[in-house]
């Protein structure tokens, strides 16, 4: 598909690229960039392998800026990326788009967007918008789920909390990777080496750099609290360990007493005078119940119960 750039973005019908007076966007296959590229005339030889698209970024060349997209999937994080690249200079952009999700963005743009100025650097902004457009509600919806775990670890509801929280943070993580690569782009473009843009809307790449900026900064806090919960965790988890371990000493405590009671008159020695006695064995269990007593108070007092 080939589009023009004027008052809105609309579909049209290139005969050649040769001295067109407006701008374009050409969204074709691999495929047909292999066996095309030169009526483009940009001056490339370029050659890529989808399956080696790793990163999102830029590369200027004499002639020429040419970069890839790798965007995490904001449906099935970390399982899916969509993956494209460009080619773009003074006349336009071409984008090679095996996916279909770079088209998917401009024929939003073709049904929404009118512009009073048009020109290239306005409809990269428009497509680098719409790629983040909505990952503020997603950052927010994150947030509240860090806030009910953590709620959730202080009342001792934790139990599946801590696997949810590491899908999350590894969600961020690929969210502030992605973000960290779109700003260098949008930086990239901002700088202008080869003098593609004008100068007046260089702007617009500046306010992309504001707003992937402010993202990557939520995920990057985000990320902290993420390790603040997972510490809070531990921290549970440790307090709860200390009450057993201080039960364990208390029960301890009270039975080792009467353990050596057991063990004294548990020797069967023929002269013990007690054996005899016909209130020896009521005294014993007497004994035994005031320990328990006295250690139950002393522990009380302690706060150890």
């Given at each position: 598909m080939y589009y023009k750039i004027g008052e809105?973005?609309?579909?049209?019908?290139?005969?050649?690229?040769?001295?067109?007076?407006?701008?374009?966007?050409?969204?074709?296959?691999?495929?047909?960039?292999?066996?095309?590229?030169?009526?483009?005339?940009?001056?490339?030889?370029?050659?890529?392998?989808?399956?080696?698209?790793?990163?999102?970024?830029a590369e200027v060349n004499i002639d020429s800026l040419t970069g890839t997209f790798c965007i995490p999937s904001r449906e099935v994080f970390s399982e899916k990326y969509y993956k494209f690249a460009f080619a773009l200079d003074e006349k336009g952009i071409v984008f090679?788009?095996?996916?279909?999700?770079?088209?998917?963005?401009?024929?939003?743009?073709?049904?929404?967007?009118?512009?009073?100025?048009?020109?290239?650097?306005?409809?990269?902004?428009?497509?680098?918008?719409?790629?983040?457009?909505?990952?503020?509600?997603?950052?927010?919806?994150?947030?509240?789920?860090?806030?009910?775990?953590?709620?959730?670890?202080?009342?001792g509801e934790n139990e599946d909390s801590i696997k949810e929280l590491s899908e999350i943070r590894s969600h961020i993580r690929d969210l502030r990777i992605h973000y960290a690569q779109m700003l260098d782009l949008s930086q990239e473009l901002e700088e202008n080496e080869n003098e593609f843009f004008s100068e007046n809307n260089e702007r617009y790449f500046h306010l992309v750099c504001q707003r992937v900026q402010t993202l990557y900064d939520m995920t990057t806090s985000l990320?902290?609290?993420?390790?603040?919960?997972r510490d809070l965790n531990q921290a549970q988890i440790d307090l709860k360990q200390n009450k057993i371990m201080t039960i364990l000493t208390v029960i301890t405590s009270?039975?080792?007493?009467?353990?050596?009671?057991?063990?004294?008159?548990?020797?069967?020695?023929v002269y013990m005078p007690e054996f005899q006695s016909p209130v020896a064995y009521p005294i014993v269990i007497g004994v035994s119940i005031l320990i328990v007593i006295v250690s139950l108070i002393f522990f009380k007092k302690k706060k150890w119960l």
């Open positions: 809105r973005i609309e579909p049209f019908e290139p005969k050649s690229f040769d001295n067109i007076p407006f701008q374009y966007i050409a969204v074709i296959s691999s495929e047909e960039w292999i066996n095309s590229n030169r009526k483009f005339n940009m001056g490339i030889e370029w050659d890529f392998n989808f399956d080696e698209i790793t990163s999102t970024g090679v788009d095996d996916e279909g999700f770079a088209s998917k963005i401009i024929e939003r743009l073709v049904k929404t967007k009118k512009y009073i100025n048009p020109c290239l650097e306005k409809f990269l902004y428009d497509f680098l918008e719409s790629i983040i457009h909505r990952d503020y509600k997603i950052l927010e919806q994150f947030e509240l789920k860090l806030d009910t775990m953590e709620e959730e670890i202080l009342n990320s902290e609290y993420t390790t603040q919960i009270i039975f080792m007493p009467l353990t050596l009671i057991a063990g004294w008159y548990g020797m069967n020695f």
